[in-house]
């Protein structure tokens, strides 16, 4: 096993290796090229969990894409017809970007490219940054192959954020917002060439030509970092935050509000369907302060997508059955705060966390995720496996059962010590000596 597969593999969530294997095996069956690159590589590279899956074949990655949904019941969330790309959604949570080996050339700044098909290793030649231009060979005959024409890896080691073109930020400016959100998320540097590249890009006003879809994309990325509070107070120094609206900086807005559920999300599993569901709370404590007019006008400039725009609007009104169910005076039990709980939207909780004024919902969602989550967590696989494998309505049943007497199980209260013995002590007599 090459060593790169073998980190590979020590890197991913049993989610995640499923996907892979999913991926690995369409690719297979359709007969092309599969390589994993782009931040998946920089992840297990430079020592990080991986957060997403990227993969690039030299092929029709668009009808791989759709062929990969219907096998694995993953959701296809958007697609870019000119760049031959897909984002998927499986029903772990995780996602993954299917895109098409190719080369952009640009006609103008921020203007559409033109793609064309390319080779894997033209591919990495073209990206934003050498930490992304690394690639995995997925092949059955080069498995493990490490591919590095832009020297990324030196970078990774050395955390340093180097542009791999002299005119990247001319052609697209969004990676202006992208290398601010790297250096703030990797604690990497900025090269000083890229530096001095980033700020004749910026005397140029390139900014101003980012597209409305890249800075959807982009604020999507921030609200669902782990420290989106940090990223967006560097875009507002750096003077970029005012591109997604003007008055995200002023006295609208709510930057103590993004640091309250930065910290709330910390409470909930990092796992991949509770870190997508953070965009929607962080795109409505984002605005909370903006009126309705401004939230629209965010919406249009940043061209975001129906569902994105009904996961952050449409979120208070979901959330109301959760903190209704939370508030009852039926649930008198732990294992009963645990069900519901355990089956909530991601979403809906963090946002309760962040929102509710009511006592008893706050008390529950804290005791469910401080107490009651770790108590299940220590259940040990024996426990487990001795009410059978996992699947049928009977294991389900059991599962419950286990919990709840669990969770439910009083601990005894310690007796009383007996009060000690206490024996009483003669008074010892003096004995006088006579002379």
Request: glycine share 6%; hydrophobic share 40%.
């Amino acid at each position: 096993m090459s060593d790169y597969i073998y980190m590979l593999e020590s890197h991913l969530s049993p989610d995640q290796a499923q996907v892979v294997a999913d991926v690995q095996a369409a690719a297979a069956q359709a007969g092309v090229n599969l390589f994993l690159t782009g931040g998946a590589m920089r992840d297990m590279l430079g020592g990080f969990r991986i957060r997403d899956l990227d993969f690039v074949v030299e092929g029709p990655a668009l009808k791989m894409a759709k062929t990969i949904a219907e096998a694995a019941g993953a959701k296809i969330h958007s697609t870019d017809e000119n760049r031959k790309s897909a984002e998927l959604c499986f029903p772990s949570g995780v996602t993954a970007q299917i895109a098409m080996s190719r080369q952009e050339k640009y006609a103008r700044t921020g203007g559409k490219p033109q793609v064309s098909p390319a080779t894997i290793q033209d591919d990495l030649r073209c990206r934003d940054f050498t930490c992304n231009a690394v690639a995995l060979s997925l092949n059955k005959t080069s498995r493990g192959l490490l591919l590095d024409p832009m020297n990324g890896l030196a970078d990774i080691e050395r955390k340093e954020l180097r542009a791999i073109s002299g005119y990247g930020f001319y052609d697209d400016p969004s990676r202006l917002l992208r290398l601010v959100r790297f250096q703030i998320r990797l604690r990497f540097t900025v090269e000083e060439r890229t530096r001095m590249q980033v700020a004749n890009a910026r005397e140029a006003e390139v900014q101003k030509s980012i597209p409305g879809r890249a800075l959807g994309e982009e604020l999507k990325r921030i609200g669902v970092e782990d420290n989106p509070a940090e990223v967006l107070k560097a875009l507002e120094d750096e003077g970029l935050l005012a591109l997604f609206s003007p008055l995200l900086v002023g006295p609208k807005s709510n930057l103590v509000g993004i640091a309250k559920i930065e910290k709330l999300s910390r409470l909930l599993p990092d796992d991949a369907r509770s870190r997508t569901g953070r965009w929607g709370p962080f795109a409505w404590v984002l605005t909370e302060k903006l009126p309705a007019k401004e939230k629209q006008a965010l919406i249009k400039t940043c061209e975001l997508q129906k569902a994105d725009v009904d996961a952050w609007q449409k979120l208070e009104v979901r959330a109301r059955k959760l903190e209704t169910a939370l508030r009852s005076a039926r649930i008198r039990k732990p294992s009963q705060v645990y069900q519901i709980v355990n089956a909530a939207a991601p979403d809906e909780v963090l946002f309760l966390l962040y929102r509710s004024t009511l006592k008893p919902v706050q008390e529950r969602l804290r005791n469910h995720f401080q107490k009651y989550l770790p108590a299940v967590m220590e259940i040990t696989p024996e426990e487990w496996s001795v009410i059978g494998k996992p699947g049928s309505p009977k294991y389900n049943k059991l599962r419950d059962e286990l919990i709840a007497d669990r969770l439910d199980r009083r601990t005894p209260k310690p007796k009383p010590e007996a009060p000690p013995v206490v024996v009483p002590v003669e008074p010892q007599q003096t004995v006088r000596r006579v002379r």
